[in-house]
């Protein structure tokens, strides 16, 4: 919106800071961090009103959770709040991409309320039926393939493009709306695994948000393509603004969310961020190297496959609790260690997943 102050400028006055994608991400991300500082107790005093009880605490997971019963859930409202809001602000709306990742955003957000919401009025963890979740993300996710694959460059439409090779593209025809519904699908999902201790989850999310907007930077300028010799997506490099205000957003929720917590982000948050961050890799064409920059999330959803898997074939467990990070504290370790050192990975997956951008 603030964009359209462009139009007043000669050229050589404050009206023309509005043109660049650099001062927009930075504004972006102040206004979702306010919006998050603003909001974040209010939003909390009314969840706490509203929910009672708050979200129910799974029967057999580690006893230290039992004494987070009574925290209430849905908290990712204030993230997608200050992501949303920002983003009228200081993106420009006519940008087909930024309306794609913003669609699946509030779309998985408002599924995840959903489920939230059948958890507290049931108080129990079931919520909506993995059937319907699954169904509902798919259709999103294949509007945003469809989306993604109509704006694309000639050059780029149904490809895959591989990270390290530079000239390495697979054309998968009309196989990539599938593969982009699984990418956001799975990302959306891989997040909801991760969101199980006091700001796990957020901070990868924020990382993540912080590796895909340079990388949504660099894509869409042609100085940078042609230097690096990655594909050039036009229009992508708006998504950084996104991404901004996703940080902002996120830095201002975790201010409630660090341990211990006042409130959970619930599937609100998680599905809504986890789905942002798919439809960024399939708009930037960098669909493979969310595995390595989200690989704490990769890594959390093969433990909850493996441990499934293996105790169906064999009536044993590989873990002793799935996501992983019950396993660990199943093992001893405190929920900050964990929450740290899996902060930690995820910083080191983000440098690899940028180095591949140079690695040619």
């Known amino acids: 919106m603030l964009y359209l102050l462009t139009t007043l400028s000669d050229g050589g ?3 023309n800071l509005f043109r660049y994608i650099t001062f927009r991400a930075g504004g972006a991300f102040l206004t979702a961090l306010v919006f998050g500082f603003i909001f974040g107790q209010p939003l909390i005093n009314v969840l706490r009103r509203k929910q009672g009880k708050g979200q129910p605490i799974r029967s057999d997971g580690p006893q230290t959770h039992f004494a987070k ?12 709040g200050a992501l949303t809001f920002s983003a009228l602000l200081w993106t420009r ?3 087909p991409f930024v309306l794609m990742v913003m669609f699946v955003t509030l779309s998985y957000a408002g599924i995840g309320f959903a489920d939230d919401y059948a958890k507290v009025r049931k108080q129990n963890t079931a919520g909506l039926s993995s059937k319907a979740r699954l169904v509902l993300g798919f259709a999103v996710a294949a509007l945003a393939g469809f989306w993604a694959a109509h704006y694309h460059p000639e050059g780029l439409t149904n490809q895959l493009a591989f990270p390290v090779f530079k000239n390495m593209l697979v054309n998968l025809g009309f196989l990539f709306v599938p593969f982009a519904m699984l990418v956001i699908v799975g ?3 891989a997040v909801n695994f991760t969101d199980g201790l006091d700001g796990l989850a957020i901070m990868p999310v924020m990382i993540a948000a912080a590796a895909f907007g340079i990388i949504a930077y660099v894509v869409g300028r042609t100085d940078f393509t042609s230097y690096l010799e990655v594909h050039y997506v036009p229009d992508a490099a708006e998504i950084t603004v996104i991404c901004a205000a996703l940080i902002g957003g996120g830095l201002g ?9 006042a409130v959970f982000m619930g599937d609100t ?10 439809a960024i890799a399939v708009a930037t064409k960098h669909e493979i190297v969310l595995s390595i920059v989200g690989g704490l999330f990769v890594m959390e959803t093969l433990s909850v496959i493996i441990q499934v898997a293996y105790f169906k074939r064999t009536g044993k467990r590989v873990f002793l609790m799935a996501p992983i990070h019950h396993h660990y504290e199943k093992k001893g370790w405190s929920e900050p260690q964990i929450v740290i050192r899996f902060w930690i990975i995820s910083l080191i997956l983000a440098m690899i997943g940028l180095a591949t951008l140079k690695v040619r």
């Open 13 to 15: 006055d404050l009206f």
């Open 69 to 80: 019963a009574g925290t209430p859930t849905m908290g990712g409202l204030l993230i997608v």
């Open 93 to 95: 709306l006519d940008n």
């Open 187 to 189: 990302a959306a999902n």
């Open 253 to 261: 929720f975790l201010w409630y969310n660090a341990p211990p917590a």
């Open 269 to 278: 948050g998680s599905l809504a961020l986890g789905g942002a961050l798919g």
